[in-house]
């Protein structure tokens, strides 16, 4: 298992401002997801982050938008730019089950952004 | 274009009850699929994982069925407690690429 925490937990923003959510693994861990939960809608994937190369994103999501760091193997950022009231939501991060490869996702506790 | 589908509408149910939640999918042939429980304010906890060569996959109350011809899961939770309330969602396997996609969720709750 893996326990993962984010920061910050919550957040109100101003239109056109940008911010950072920061991602903790306790374990070292090869990809890191990022998704987004709007209310009432499913989870999806932002973009996958691998050490040592660049994101790489789902359609419909750039990289100008959500920038993405994974500076080493247990952390990431994703950052959401000049941001607009559609981005309000709830992003997460996640990785998956190292013990032999079932798919099975950890997640943290999500950032719950409202976007003003 | 592929498709996931769990019911929309909150299931109520009495506790003690059996809990059954559909996830319903089109133009997939998944490996396997998963359900995770979330609950308000909290990322997704992984529950069950049941590959494309099973029919059914049991973990103490909780059932999982998977009928690749129907293309259809079934999420049982028996003698269920109030405690068992919250979102619950079904995810599948891209099979090519590797990445979870997911339902958007059914709200369970279950009343004493």
């Known amino acids: 298992s893996a326990v993962i925490s984010q920061k910050p937990s919550r957040d109100i923003c101003q239109r056109g401002t940008s911010l950072t959510i920061q991602c903790q693994v306790d374990?070292?861990?090869?990809?890191m997801f990022w998704y987004r939960q709007q209310p009432g809608q499913s989870l999806t994937l932002i973009a996958t982050a691998n050490q040592g190369s660049e994101a790489t994103y789902e359609s419909g999501f750039v990289i100008d938008k959500f920038p993405i760091s994974r500076p080493n193997l247990t952390f990431s950022t994703l950052t959401v730019s000049n941001m607009s009231p559609e981005d309000s939501s709830i992003y997460l991060c996640?990785?998956?089950?190292?013990?032999?490869?079932?798919?099975?996702?950890?997640f943290g506790e999500g950032s719950r952004l409202t976007v003003l | 274009s592929q498709k996931i589908e769990q019911n929309s509408e909150a299931l109520n149910i009495q506790e003690g009850k059996t809990a059954t939640l559909t996830c319903n999918y089109t133009n997939y042939s998944p490996a396997y699929l998963q359900w995770y429980r979330q609950d308000p304010g909290r990322g997704p906890v992984f529950l069950l994982l049941?590959?494309?060569?099973?029919k059914e996959k049991r973990k103490e109350r909780l059932k999982v069925t998977f009928d690749t011809t129907l293309k259809q899961s079934l999420f049982h939770i028996t003698a269920s407690q109030p405690a068992d309330s919250a979102t619950y969602l079904c995810a599948l396997d891209g099979r090519y690429g590797n990445k979870l996609v997911f339902g958007a969720g059914t709200i369970l709750r279950v009343k004493s």
């Open positions: 374990s070292q861990v090869t990809m």
């Open positions: 049941i590959r494309e060569n099973e």
């Open positions: 996640s990785v998956e089950d190292g013990a032999g490869y079932t798919g099975e996702l950890f």
